[in-house]
């Protein structure tokens, strides 16, 4: 009775080694908003439900290992758990570096703003669509399929293999770029109206010097770019789910 309960309790700390390392940085569940208690919880339930889907054989040999061996385990499952959550939280840090340049491209950079996970002051219409994106993460139902990713990821990296170093990096630099393009393409029209804006106005400068031609059209490019983002605004957000949705699905 005591080698099952010793066997099952390590078990689930392997296993809880994976999904913390993922829950960790994983969009949404990583975010300091959320309370500690909650997420360690969201982590013990996953924990409870991903036991079933670990090979048995694995975990009976769990007992017999040492110390050494033990601790290589536990850092090799918290290392593929990372590198999960890091190549969802990918989507997430792409997006945020095109707000950045979408908001200074209509004018509104300058005005602060929070994010939900605390890692740095962004513009406030940035920040808006960004809770925007992550509120249609949850709303179609994309944490189920990051937790079931979790739950996949045993039968492509099994228990204690871990990831080869060259396979990893090649992974992270392909989803970097598969992600800055989607991010580029669904905000290129804030670039392209950017372009054309600053390229009249200089010409306007040029052509009238006396007038102070930039003080002047700064309200018009601000509600230019605010019409462009309505117009845009529902596109971009399916555009980037649908890329988010690819990925979960066939990650």
């Keep these: ?48 439900a991903l036991l079933g889907v670990v090979p048995v054989d694995r975990i009976a040999t ?74 249609m993460l949850f709303v179609t139902d994309m944490h189920w399929e990051l937790l079931k990713g979790i739950a996949d990821s045993y039968r492509a990296i099994p228990l204690g293999i871990g990831l080869s170093p060259a396979v990893a990096l090649a992974s992270i630099t392909d989803q970097m770029t598969d992600t800055f393009l989607l991010v580029l393409r669904i905000g290129s029209p804030f670039i392209v109206y950017s372009i054309i804006v600053n390229f009249a106005v200089g010409l306007a400068n040029k052509l009238v010097p006396q007038i102070p031609v930039y003080f002047i059209t700064t309200p018009f490019v601000i509600a230019g770019g605010l019409m462009l983002l309505y117009l845009t605004i529902d596109e971009f957000l399916l555009n980037f789910i649908d890329g988010f949705s690819r990925w979960a699905f066939g990650g």
Aim: net charge negative; charged share 10%; with cysteine.
């Design 1 to 48: 009775m005591n080698e099952i309960t010793s066997t099952g309790v390590l078990s689930a700390f392997v296993v809880f080694c994976r999904v913390g390392g993922c829950l960790m940085i994983m969009p949404g569940f990583s975010y300091g908003l959320i309370p500690v208690r909650v997420r360690l919880f969201v982590a013990f339930a996953v924990v409870l």
């Design 62 to 135: 769990l007992e017999t290992v040492d110390v050494g061996e033990l601790l290589r385990l536990i850092a090799v499952e918290t290392l593929v758990g990372v590198f999960i959550g890091l190549m969802g939280r990918m989507f997430f840090m792409m997006l945020q570096t095109i707000l950045v340049a979408m908001v200074t491209a209509i004018g509104l950079g300058g005005l602060p703003g929070t994010m939900p996970d605390d890692t740095e002051m962004l513009p406030a219409l940035a920040t808006l669509i960004s809770l925007a994106a992550l509120t």
